[in-house]
């Protein structure tokens, strides 16, 4: 299951392909280093990291950084109007994503640089970090649409060139993540395992990606959800506004869309060890724009 890649290493995670595969092991760590790695989490918690995917922390951020961070949101979208850093809901028009919001927020590029916040993935990853990619969604109350089933490190990989999984996303809630109102789904133990997708990535599918609710690339089958689903469960990651969840890179993750009045709005910023830099994408013709993947 593995192929020559133009520079003449061997990729173990071929993606984007003409026909269905089976899912296959992940040859590559989740913690890196070892478990005695210093940082915010103790060694229980790194196996636990290692066995589910994910952490959580009840508290990061208080109430005052909440509010700077909101403002500073919703200023920079109505500054910013049409721009590719935006992406909207296609139903309502309310923003759905605002991009690189770590270089256009220095609230939030202060929130990034905490010791709970980039102290985690530097233990985990055992290297130094960088932000890869940094976004808020909004999930508006009433018209915030779903994402669907994915791994990142999939479109990460096919898409921006990342070679390993050896990054990690963290989630902070801005409000609360209930389970009526579109938060995060995990499968627990599924970030061991490479779900290949089907298809081509077509030229300029970008936009498209992260306007969909559905996206017709770099999505798994739904035999290869249902087939983990079953083995694995599925967990519900819910959590007060500060709250934070930090999970693999390669989690198969979702979220429902959300009906009910209250916005589920979370920032997401996502580390990315400096030895793993981005190269030439695997299973795309060219890379996506800097705001979605820094280089
Ligand atoms: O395309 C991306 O990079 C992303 N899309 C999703 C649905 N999740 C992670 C990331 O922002
Ligand atoms: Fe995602």
Redesign the pocket.
Known sequence: MVTQTATGSVDVYRTRLAEHSQIEPRPHPVVWGSMNNSGPLSGPELRRYDERGYHTVSSVLDSADIRRCLDDVHTITDRLGEDDRVIRESTSGDVR?L?AVHQLSDVVAEIVSRPEVIGVAQQILDDEVYVH?S?V?LKPGFAGGP??W?S?FE??HA??GMPAPRAL?VSIALTPNYSHNGSLMIIPGSHKRFVSCVGATPKAY?RE??VSYR?PF?TPEESDVTELSDELGIDTIVGGEGSALYFDSNCM?ASAGNITPYPRSNL?V?FNAKSNALQDPYGAAAP?PDH??HR
């Open positions: 994503s991009f990619q976004r969604n994402f669907y994915h990142d479109t990460w898409e921006d996303s970008h990606s992260l996206p770099g993750h997401f996502v996506r979605l993947a």
